[in-house]
Nanobody, 127 residues
């Protein structure tokens, strides 16, 4: 089993930055592709970003492309999401997730492909 714990959320003004972290325990996630998703009040959970096991490939949702950057630290068994130029529309609970079945360079946007999920961290962007 893998436990994922997100941190780094909080309240920030529009235009500001936050860095989310997702720490894994129970098993290494260094050989899993990892994803970030978010869910705003009254909306469905949506894809934000993904990074392959190799870190060679990344993918971003259209609304965050150019502003968010996913990365991973193999020595700490964790992944991060750097969020810049935040907008009120980015307000949501952010979740990290692990996909255990993907290939070395594989990534996916499909929530159904992810096997483990964190509890989420709240990000609030004020205007």
């Amino acid at each position: 089993q893998v436990q994922l714990i997100e941190s780094g959320g909080g309240l920030v003004q529009a235009g500001g930055s936050l860095r989310l972290s997702c720490a894994a325990s129970g098993r290494t996630v260094n050989t899993y592709s990892m994803g970030w998703f978010r869910q705003a009040p009254g909306k469905e959970r949506e894809f934000v970003a993904a990074i392959s096991w190799s870190s060679v490939r990344t993918d971003y949702g259209d609304s965050v492309k150019g502003r968010f950057t996913a990365s991973r630290d193999y020595t700490k068994n964790m992944v991060s999401l750097q969020m810049n130029s935040l907008e009120p529309e980015d307000t949501a609970v952010y979740y990290c997730a692990a996909d255990v079945d993907n290939s070395y360079h594989g990534i996916t946007r499909s929530q159904a492909d992810y096997d483990y999920w964190g509890q989420g961290t709240q990000v609030t962007v004020s205007s």
